[in-house]
């Protein structure tokens, strides 16, 4: 069983240009979280999402970010317009729907805006 | 507002002694705890968890301790073994958020000396 799935695992873009984050959850997994991982900090919830709805976006920036999850195909945190301020890690994390579970994460996305 | 603690930022520990990470949550209403273990441009690795049911869970090295009254859980490695060096995460998810989303601490960097 192939485990939460992300890319690119590494990305560079320049202020302005939008980023696009890809993830796929382990199989038989239909609740996916988005969070972000300042340097030296933990990581902060972004966004819980189920198959086509978007179940909590309490810790999404107000402006620029979006994420989905389609009926088909990854997961997808949208970063329009990058700033410096975005470079961070981004971790994909994917759990089955069951009370107490664990959540499972993906190798990450490094954003790095220049 | 930090509702998850890990106020050691470092640890180091011989080789084969027992290692303890502590973790301190604010908020009542977490009820599920887990430990996660992290290498340098890698995911988080589940490591162990607990329910606030129970006050111990016991996985091969390691032993989840949870102390509710006093907000508090800890994190026993015995014995520590050099693959243990990494940083150590915990996090708390609670039942009346309406979804499982974690709330995670600053980490502990630990270091095993052989």
């Known amino acids: 069983n192939a485990g939460v799935m992300q890319n690119p695992r590494h990305l560079v873009r320049r202020r302005g240009q939008e980023a696009r984050l890809r993830c796929s959850p382990m199989k038989g997994h239909s609740h996916v979280y988005w969070y972000r991982q300042l340097p030296e900090e933990g990581l902060k919830f972004m966004v819980y999402?189920?198959?086509?709805?978007?179940?909590?976006e309490s810790g999404m920036p107000k402006e620029r970010f979006s994420a989905e999850f389609p009926k088909e195909g990854p997961s997808i945190l949208r970063i329009q317009q990058v700033v410096r301020g975005d470079s961070a890690a981004y971790f994909c994390a994917s759990s089955p729907p069951d009370r107490f579970y664990t959540q499972y994460f993906g190798p990450g996305t490094r954003l790095t805006v220049l | 507002d930090q509702q998850v603690k890990q106020n050691s930022p470092s640890l180091s520990v011989q080789e084969g002694r027992i290692s303890i990470l502590n973790c301190d949550y604010t908020n009542s209403m977490f009820d599920y705890f887990l430990w996660y273990k992290k290498y340098p441009a890698e995911g988080p690795t589940f490591l162990i968890s607990i329910s606030s049911i129970k006050d111990k869970n016991e996985d091969g090295r390691f032993t989840v301790f949870l102390n509710k009254s006093a907000k508090h859980l800890s994190l026993h490695i015995v014995p520590s073994q050099p693959g243990d060096s990494a940083v150590y995460f915990c996090?708390?998810?609670?039942?009346?958020?309406?979804?499982?989303?974690?709330?995670f601490g600053t980490g502990t960097r630990l270091t095993i000396i052989p």
């Open positions: 996090a708390a998810s609670g039942s009346d958020f309406g979804n499982e989303k974690l709330t």
């Open positions: 999402l189920q198959k086509e709805n978007i179940i909590d």
